[in-house]
């Protein structure tokens, strides 16, 4: 897998879990962006102090998955209680823990292994940047995208801007796929908001009723968390 692994660089990017795979085994850290909105509803819930599980099934998998730990499931976005929807974690209470069902931020996260991992989305991402070059050398930023109902990978805008957000508040020489992300980061950012409910997937929240949503995830450098995952769950990271 040498060409695919970007292992010239200190800064790499990729799409998915297929692209996650051939960088693992040369990053020191990998940060996860899935910016509509796993990565935006953890760095909202770490910031505020709780512990956010990522797990990839959903229905009764998650929720035996969160009786067993000792956690609350997150249901569908639009219902009672936590969901995928950051509005629903701007009050959630300091040492809750909360299981985030996401087919994408979610199973990428799990998928990590034993490397560093961050959650990074638009709100964070200086913070991130910071924390990732704190903790190593060779990073590298996951794209996690969407999915078409084929079930296949569909590159997101958002994710692009979100890793491209990251990518531009890190040092280090950049891969070309990196570099491509920072530009279209750079491109966009004066204009971020309008971009991001102007995409394909903001039109769709923003079509079903949770504009807010998008809103809340286009507030760039908002936040100063770096959610890390330790243990199975996401939280603030604290430096020693």
């Not at 509803?41 to 990839?56: L, Y």
């Not at 292994?113 to 991402?125: H, P």
Request: proline share 5%.
């Amino acid at each position: 897998m040498t060409w695919f692994d970007q292992v010239a660089y200190d800064v790499r990017l990729e799409w998915g879990e297929a692209g996650l795979e051939p960088l693992l085994g040369v990053s020191d850290v990998v940060v996860i962006v899935d910016v509509l909105s796993f990565s935006t509803c953890v760095d909202v819930g770490a910031g505020r102090g709780a512990r956010v599980f990522p797990f990839g099934g959903t229905g009764d998998a998650a929720r035996s998955y969160a009786d067993r730990i000792g956690a609350i499931c997150a249901g569908r976005r639009g219902e009672d209680g936590f969901s995928l929807s950051p509005r629903s974690f701007a009050s959630v209470e300091p040492g809750a823990r909360v299981v985030l069902p996401s087919p994408n931020g979610s199973a990428l996260s799990r998928a990590t292994a034993k490397v560093t991992t961050i959650a990074g989305c638009l709100r964070n991402a200086t913070a991130v940047a910071r924390e990732a070059q704190r903790r190593g050398e060779r990073i590298t930023v996951i794209a996690a995208g969407e999915r078409w109902p084929s079930g296949q990978l569909r590159p997101a805008l958002e994710d692009l801007l979100g890793a491209g957000a990251v990518v531009s508040a890190l040092a280090g020489r950049r891969s070309p796929e990196a570099e491509a992300a920072q530009r279209t980061f750079d491109g966009l950012a004066p204009r971020v908001s309008g971009a991001l409910m102007d995409c394909a997937s903001g039109r769709q929240l923003v079509e079903r009723g949770f504009g807010d949503d998008v809103a809340m995830a286009a507030a760039l450098d908002a936040s100063r968390c770096a959610p890390l995952l330790v243990d199975g769950a996401f939280s603030a990271a604290h430096r020693s």
